[in-house]
């Protein structure tokens, strides 16, 4: 049997998981990574994207994140993010709405500061609906 960690991912609402798993792999703000057991500390930003995680029974889990912190430390790794949705959470007709608003908001006159966050939520939108289409 693989050697596993302790994973955590934790939003300001819940912790949305807490396991021992085998690997991590992430797209970080530096470029994508993957983290098993004794792995060197670390900390690290953390891209809209999706997070796959194979547990101690060797099944993959998927979950999609915006954005965040990634750290480990002596076997411990914590996920620190605004929001996290598994694929059975997703409201897919919620999040294609989302898209659409997003996209109008681009594609018309607003303020910088409001199509930079219609951008968040395009990024948002398009990671959660590509985690449901995988």
């Not at 915006?66 to 076997?75: K, S």
């Not at 598994?86 to 294609?96: A, F």
Request: contains cysteine; charged residues 25%; aromatic residues 6%.
């Amino acid at each position: 049997m693989a050697k596993t960690f302790t994973f955590e991912i934790i939003t300001p609402e819940r912790v949305v998981y807490s396991e021992h798993v085998q690997s991590v792999s992430a797209d970080g703000t530096e470029g994508s990574f993957g983290v098993l057991a004794d792995h060197a500390p670390l900390i690290t930003g953390l891209k809209t994207g999706i997070l796959t995680v194979r547990d101690s029974n060797n099944k993959t889990i998927r979950f999609a994140i915006d954005g965040g912190f990634f750290e480990v430390m002596a076997n411990n790794v914590v996920v620190l993010t605004d929001a996290c949705v598994t694929e059975g959470e997703i409201d897919v007709e919620k999040v294609r709405a989302e898209k659409v608003l997003a996209e109008k908001t681009l594609s018309s006159g607003e303020s910088a500061e409001e199509k930079q966050k219609a951008q968040a939520a395009l990024r948002r939108a398009n990671t959660w609906l590509g985690l449901v289409n995988k």
